[in-house]
């Protein structure tokens, strides 16, 4: 792609995305902050875990969020009795009677890994090491995933029997934690209009993958103020008991508070929600409009906390 300078290119991007959300918003009724949660990971080259109840449209929405962006997608159903290399792919051997690499359903753009918490520890690492290396390793062979690469993993709040629970430091592989709720009375009409008959509504493309990464990498370069620098910190700071920072209810309410990877988030969020906005640079309320998304799953309340009927997002509220 070519602008005459970066200016230009962030224009192009805020006009390109509005554009983007216009043509999610033809399939996808509502939801407005999810799929900008979505969107703006992905332009961050980050990966959002997604809580929802069943039947709220996730599979939906990641797959005409692949299309409109023109990527390659992969739904993959997480089991108790899925193995690593039944999402990595394995060595087979060929008529030649030599081993070759057949690929799994990891290698492409977009991923929706549905009900992640479904499936044993030794599975979910292998996604998650794809994740972060954005490779996978089999029979000593490294293999590359293709570019840009994005996880959108689901987990269902309700259902916890027979799960295996993400730990924590897992958890915190995910740029945002992006909680799904019940459509509005007047939008679950307009799903029921629009899902009820036989036209059938699709988006149409409008970025690819090279102009994907292109902008991910204007969003690296966007310039950051020093006092909002300071602001990031100084909240994920708060959100740790016993340390200077933190605040009376942290101290109170909170095991855990999150650790730099959260800082450093919420600084590409605010980037990213900055360029959408048209701005050229983030403030303090473009770290805001991404901070629960991002503290969400950093922060590990305690039984007071439970007992008291207290919710994680109560807590970061009351941070900024």
């Known amino acids: 792609m070519e602008f005459k300078n970066e200016v230009e290119a962030a224009e192009a991007f805020k006009e390109q995305v509005k554009k983007l959300k216009n043509e999610i918003a033809r399939v996808i009724v509502g939801q407005d902050d999810v799929v900008d949660g979505v969107l703006t990971s992905i332009f961050?080259?980050?990966h959002s875990l997604l809580v929802g109840?069943?039947?709220?449209?996730?599979t939906l929405?990641?797959?005409?969020?692949?299309?409109?962006?023109?990527?390659?997608?992969?739904r993959i159903q997480f089991t108790p009795d899925l193995m690593p290399g039944d999402i990595t792919?394995?060595?087979i051997l060929d008529d030649q009677k030599n081993f070759r690499f057949s690929k799994g359903p990891l290698f492409a753009n977009i991923i929706l890994a549905d009900e992640i918490n479904r499936t044993p520890p030794k599975t979910q690492a292998a996604l998650l090491e794809a994740m972060q290396e954005k490779t996978v390793t089999v029979g000593g062979k490294n293999h590359i995933l293709p570019n840009p690469f994005f996880v959108l993993a689901t987990q269902n709040p309700i259902e916890q029997e027979g799960t295996y629970p993400l730990p924590e430091a897992q958890l915190d592989r995910f740029m945002f934690n992006l909680f799904l709720d019940y459509p509005s009375f007047e939008e679950e009409i307009m799903v029921v209009k629009n899902t009820t008959t036989d036209t059938k509504t699709t988006s149409n493309k409008v970025f690819g993958a090279k102009?994907?990464?292109y902008f991910q990498d204007l969003i690296r370069k966007v310039p950051v103020a020093d006092n909002v620098y300071e602001y990031a910190v100084k909240l994920v700071s708060k959100t740790r008991p016993g340390y200077p920072m933190a605040t009376p209810d942290v101290n109170k309410y909170v095991s855990y508070g999150a650790g730099p990877r959260a800082s450093q988030y919420l600084i590409m969020g605010a980037k990213c929600n900055a360029l959408m906005l048209g701005k050229y640079s983030p403030d303090i309320e473009n770290v805001k409009a991404v901070a629960e998304a991002v503290l969400r799953h950093r922060v590990l309340k305690n039984y007071k906390a439970e007992a008291e009927g207290i919710s994680i997002n109560d807590i970061i509220k009351k941070l900024y």
Request: glycine share 10%.
């Open 44 to 46: 961050c080259k980050g």
């Open 53 to 58: 109840v069943p039947g709220l449209a996730k």
């Open 61 to 74: 929405l990641v797959k005409t969020i692949s299309e409109s962006l023109d990527l390659s997608f992969n």
């Open 89 to 91: 792919g394995s060595e």
């Open 211 to 213: 102009e994907i990464l």
